[in-house]
Each structure stands twice: as C-alpha cells, then as structure tokens.
C-alpha cells in the first residue's frame, strides 16, 4: 500500500506538470497510468477500467476548484454560459457514469484508446483553433453540456478537450472559453464521480480502500501533487517553447493508446 501510495504521488505531480504545461486535463495520463498500476496490483480484471476513470473523475474536483479560483481572480470567468451549460453537464455526467457502468470493461477501455487517439492527432497536427464566425444559437447549451458531461464522465477527464472548441465556435474569446471549461469541469468530477460511487457502493469484488468505484490511496495522492505541480507547469509553459512541447507530449499520447491496445 505505502509503495502504492508513492506512485500515486509521483503520478500526481506528473499529472499536473501536464496540466500545467499544456492546458491538458491529467485524465490523459492518470488513466492509462492507474490501469497500469492496479493490473500491477492484481484488481478484478472487469472493475479496473472503470476504477481508474471513476479515480481520475474524482481528482478533477479539487483541481477544478483550485483552476477555477486562479480564474475567477484573473476576471475571465463569463458566469451566465457556465449556468447554461451546467444542468445539461450535470445530467449528462450521471449518464456517463451509469453507461460506463453497464458496457464491458474492454468496450470502456477502446472507448478511451479512441480519444487518446484523437488527443494525440489533434495535439499533433491541429492549429490554434479560431473564434467562428457565426454564433451558436444559446439553446445549443443544453444538449451540447449533455454531451460534454456524459463523454468526460464516461472517459474520466474534465471535458477541456470538448468545451472549449465549442465555446470557441460560440465567439467567446480563447481566455474566456478556457476559464468557463475550468469551472465547468467541477460540476462534471462532482456529479460523475458521485455517481461511480454510488454505483460500486455495494460492490464485494472490489479491493479494501474503494469508495464505490473511487480508489482512495490513488485519489489522495494524486491530488496532494497535481495541486502543487499544476502552477509550476503553468510558469514552464511561459519559459519552453510550449507548442514544440506539445508535438512530442502527442507522440507519447499516442505511444499510451497502442500500448493501451496491445496489453
């Protein structure tokens, strides 16, 4: 358990360097990263998936919280379209936690290969998105949130990735769309996680220290590091050359995603 723990801080601090560094919700990494470590640890086969998504789910809360009030002091949090889209975000994370839930574990897991492919392609090869050109009509906020929460409750990641090309192509500007995707992200970890644990409450198979789905060991030391790490990434990113960075940061992605296939 101790040298479990100390990976889990170790993975921590990395996830949040990431995070930091790239704008890059930890789930990338946390994910693939607790799969490894509970096969390590020999965990039901059937629940480790969605253990690791329902953990990295949960470490987004205090992360979320933490960004979203370095974004609240900087004034760029726009208040009206994060309650737009929040009931939608809500709903959709519950559902998300319940389809992960009910489909199999490997169909959970290439699930997750395929976004890990996308991130990877889409870090690797896309330009700075641009604001569009025509705004999206505000009824949009309701069903786009549910399909926001119910992907990143089901991969187990903060939506960034999702929300904030949306946003984008809503003419909300870049700083603006980053810091309502932050706050976003708590109602997402908060209803998702909530429902993995209400949904492995009563599970036998699962190993001691699990709260529902939510591994505890994992979760506390991944969020202690992520927190204190998360601000240094965000002072590398001034100093590297950032977009260099994120091209070789995509390769390892997708190095993640074949290896995810061949084990």
Not at 41 to 63: C, D, H, K, N, R
Not at 213 to 240: D, E, H, M, Q
Request: aromatic share 10%; glycine share 10%; proline share 4%.
């Amino acid at each position: 358990m101790q040298e479990f723990f100390l990976l889990a801080l170790l993975l921590g601090a990395i996830a949040g360097l990431l995070a930091g560094l790239f704008g890059l919700g930890g789930g990338v990494i946390i994910v693939p990263a607790l799969l490894w470590l509970f096969t390590e640890q020999q965990f039901p086969e059937q629940e480790m998936m969605i253990m690791a998504v329902a953990t990295s789910l949960a470490t987004i809360v205090l992360t979320s919280i933490s960004s979203s009030i370095s974004h609240y002091k900087l004034g760029n949090i726009i208040w009206a379209k994060v309650f737009k889209l929040t009931p939608g975000i809500l709903l959709g994370s519950v559902v998300g936690a319940k389809l992960a839930d009910w489909i199999t574990a490997d169909n959970l897991k290439w699930f997750f290969i395929s976004y890990l492919i996308y991130v990877g392609l889409r870090m690797g090869y896309k330009s700075n998105p641009k604001i569009g050109g025509e705004k999206i009509s505000a009824w949009m906020d309701y069903p786009v949130g549910n399909g926001i929460g119910l992907i990143s409750s089901l991969l187990g990641i903060g939506g960034g990735t999702l929300t904030v090309p949306y946003l984008l192509s809503s003419q909300i500007a870049m700083k603006n769309a980053v810091a309502i995707s932050s706050v976003c992200g708590l109602p997402i970890a908060l209803s998702g996680a909530t429902t993995y644990i209400w949904l492995g409450w009563e599970k036998t198979t699962l190993p001691e220290w699990s709260l529902g789905y939510v591994y505890l060991p994992a979760f506390l030391g991944i969020t202690i590091c992520s927190i204190l790490t998360a601000p240094i990434g965000a002072k590398l990113a001034n100093r590297l050359p950032a977009k260099k960075l994120k091209r070789y940061f995509s390769i390892v992605i997708l190095l993640i995603a074949i290896k995810m296939i061949l084990q």
